[in-house]
């Protein structure tokens, strides 16, 4: 099987896909065919997952039209947003090769550009109607996001829900104690995107609250926003490597997954961020605040804690059976990995190519 994965916006998601997928189906050829940035140069490896690059610069159609020409792929996986290179490969190979869309996000849902890569012009919402329509399958994040889609489009290809599962292989390999005690102050921890535009990702009044409870965080930024230094009492760490990052977590109690709903609150309730399942990997409970699909991950699974305020979060956090959760956790953490679900994804390619 040959598959071209296609983005504009760099995701890691597409890494951990080509990780897992080169793990399971060694002869499976991959192709990326990209703008702005390649996969290593936005996260320092990937692109040795795969054995052609393009770049389709400004004429996405003409460069997307002579990679496939020179590639020859077996199916097409376009990655959103923008939902135009989906739209565009519809347009280009529908009835030829078949065109997976898998949807990250939905425009319609957010009011800000993405905050990792480069700010892209909102697009007609008609690139997102066809994108989903008329794809020869979709793959979506959580069922909150198909609950999302369902109720705005009609898709009738075949549908998988496929969540940011963290990889295995970056994972550590043992967890501490269940019941070890780290003092009596509970240590926060956030790893992640940060912003300062008042949209999901900008933290700072949170992080204000949660040192303001008494509580003890540190952040370990994916790239550096010089504001957040200025909070005090918080915590600031260099961005670190993937293994780095997560050989470090499992110090912690507690993993935050909670975001500033002011403007993106529709799109933050259909969202299972990398951060969650990787926090699950090291053996940390995940905090969130109220978003719909992480509190149905962390109630359903036992996995964690959805807060519905910030008041006495010290007395609320003392409250849980914390070694319980992470009982719980090392149970789950494994299933909850790319390597652990990829087979579903390979399973969706069979069924458009058979």
């Known amino acids: 099987m040959r598959v ?18 080169r793990g399971a189906y060694p002869t499976l050829a991959l192709g990326f065919a990209y703008q702005g940035k390649t996969l290593s140069e936005w996260y320092g490896a990937g692109d040795e997952l795969f054995d052609r690059w393009w770049d389709l610069g400004a004429q996405p159609a003409e460069r997307l039209r002579a990679a496939v020409d020179d590639f020859r792929p077996d199916l097409i996986h376009s990655h959103n947003l923008p939902d135009s290179l989906t739209a565009i490969a519809v347009e280009l190979f529908q009835g030829r090769i078949p065109v997976v869309h898998d949807v990250h996000d939905l425009q319609s849902l957010r009011q800000t550009p993405y905050e990792n890569g480069f700010p892209e012009p909102r697009e007609p919402l008609e690139l ?23 109720a705005r489009y009609r898709p009738t290809a075949p ?10 292989r970056d994972l550590p390999s043992v967890l501490p104690a269940v019941d070890r005690r780290n003092g009596h102050v509970a240590r926060l921890v956030y790893q992640g995107t940060l912003s300062t535009n008042g949209g999901h990702y900008d933290l700072r009044e949170i992080f204000r609250e949660i040192v303001a409870e008494g509580l003890s965080l540190d952040v370990y930024p994916s790239r550096s926003v010089p504001e957040y230094a200025e909070l005090p009492g918080l915590r600031l760490h260099a961005t670190l490597p993937p ?35 990787e926090y699950v990997g090291c053996g940390l409970p995940v905090l969130t605040l109220g978003h719909r ?16 305020t910030l008041d006495d979060l010290g007395g609320q956090l003392a ?7 992470r009982h719980q956790i090392a149970a789950a ?14 399973d969706l390619y069979q069924r458009l190519l058979s």
């Open 4 to 21: 071209l994965f296609v983005q504009q916006q760099p995701c890691v998601r597409a890494l951990k896909y080509a990780v897992a997928l």
């Open 128 to 150: 997102e109607r066809v994108a989903i329509e008329r794809s020869s399958a979709l793959v979506t994040v959580s069922e909150e996001l198909l609950d999302e889609i369902r």
């Open 159 to 168: 549908i998988l829900t496929f969540s940011n599962y963290a990889l295995r």
């Open 243 to 277: 293994r780095q990052l997560l050989a470090a977590l499992p110090a912690y109690d507690f993993g935050w997954a909670g975001f500033n709903s002011d403007l993106n609150g529709a799109h933050l309730d259909t969202c299972l961020p990398n951060k969650a399942y």
């Open 293 to 308: 699909a992480l509190s149905r991950l962390v109630s359903d699974g036992g996995l964690g804690y959805s807060l519905a």
């Open 319 to 325: 409250r849980l059976d914390v070694v319980e959760i």
């Open 333 to 346: 953490r494994h299933a909850l990995t790319v390597e652990a679900n990829i087979h579903r994804l390979w």
